[in-house]
């Protein structure tokens, strides 16, 4: 881009500020998932009679597309604005997950979608990185004040995650709560909760994971056919590892693969184990590479950040991003028991790509380099 330093319009502050290399990571993963669907989409929709085999290709493009656009007119807004749409998003994300539990449709014994013309919605995938940045922001604003304004602060947040958590174990959808948990505590954790609150939670969520298992039917399964493969239905995670056999290092070429003609979630939650047999173990490792990169150099760019909403808006956006990645690839490798989780940017979904993008926008926009007045009227412009 031909743009002066010297250029003061909002392009060109955007471009000499933003992170552009972990800009670049996203837009490469936003292709390998457009390459990805070329490579699986087209068997799934001829096994399940779509109108085309082009089917997906044709959505995922679209979904592609509005993300890319989404991702940059949300990097471009300064953090009191992040702020504002994310705690916009959350109050909407929130009123609309519950509402799954009366109008939702059920899919796969999970009642988490809402029908909308053309596609279901899940908004529970919204409420991820806007509940992110909303925490960060009730956390952030009481380091400092007194002791009631900060019970009061630790409250609200607290408040916040426990009403998520009754809506998302009544769905049930247990994956995206244990990622909502874990993002949420982390970000408690470096807001200054002390150890002995620390240990506390750990073993509340040790205690929540063994009544999880008692009582829900579909998690004592998943984790009774991972402990015994012997015990259920194991067919998806032994196909995905037999599709990573056949891949070897370099891979059966793009388009040769056999897997993905039976693998019903080969082009969704299963896509990583099409790219392990067509594009080989070399491939796989360079995403998995990827993926680290954009979440360890967004953690190093915050390194010399004083703003504390920044800092904990940032770590929860980059834990989630990263842990959403690593349960679906751990699960297709047959590593943790399976969950229904896309992989960011690469697996097929509407919601899930677009919601990524939102955090990743978020992400972007936080990071962008800030000097002078405008670093100096930072912590000012947030809380505003």
Known sequence: MALSRADSSVLGRWWWTIDRWTLAALLTLMGFGYVMMLAASPAVAERIGASSRNFFIIRQVGYLALSAAVMMCVSILSPRQVLRLALLGFAAGLVLTAA???????????????????MSLQPSEFLKPCFAVAAAWLLSEVRGSGPISRWAGWAAAVGCYAFIALILKSQPDIGMLLVISVVFFTQAFINGLPVVAVGGVAGLGALAGVGAYLTLPHVRSRVERFMDPAAGDNYQVNVALEAFGNGGLMGVGPGEGRIKNVLPDAHADFVFAVMGEEFGAIVCAAIIALFIFIVVRGLIRLLAETDMFIVLAVTGLLTQFGLQAFVNMASTLHLIPTKGMTLPFVSYGGSSVVAIALGMGFLLALTRRRTGRNAEGRHAEVGA
Do not use: C, D, F, Q
């Not at 799954?100 to 053309?118: A, D, S």
């Open 100 to 118: 799954t539990l009366v109008v939702g449709v059920e899919i796969k014994g999970g009642r988490r979608w809402l029908p909308i013309p053309g």
